[in-house]
């Protein structure tokens, strides 16, 4: 049974910086995508960054520049470096592990985290 564990967030003011990670337990296998999403109040969740195996990570307009997603394969564990926070930015956080198995794919989800961004 894959467990995803979801680490950081919290209360930070604009302008602050967080680290969210996300790690997986119970696999004994690799992951091909490792990924963040948000959702806000009222709003659809939506895909903030992610990286895939050989790729380089995709950002959502909003975050590039400001957040740096990266990975550990070998701990199975996925961060979220987030700079320069705004208020908009607030939303609770998910990560999103995702296998490929015979063109199949397989999401993992972890519990979400609570980012609010306010003076």
């Known amino acids: 049974q894959v467990q995803l564990r979801v680490s950081g967030g919290g209360l930070v003011q604009p302008g602050g910086s967080l680290r969210l990670s996300c790690a997986a337990s119970g696999s004994r296998f690799s ?9 806000a109040p009222g709003k659809q969740r939506e895909l ?8 380089s990570p995709n950002y959502a307009d909003s975050v590039k520049g400001r957040f740096t997603i990266s990975r550990d394969n070998a701990k199975n564990t996925v961060y ?8 908009e930015d607030t939303a609770v956080y998910y990560c999103n592990f995702r296998r490929v198995v015979l063109a199949s794919d397989y999401d993992y989800w972890g519990q979400g985290t609570q980012v609010t961004v306010s003076s």
């Open 48 to 55: 903030v960054a992610v990286i895939s195996s050989g790729q």
């Open 80 to 87: 979220l470096q987030m700079n320069s926070l705004r208020p």
């Open 31 to 39: 992951f091909y995508a490792m990924g963040w999403y948000r959702q």
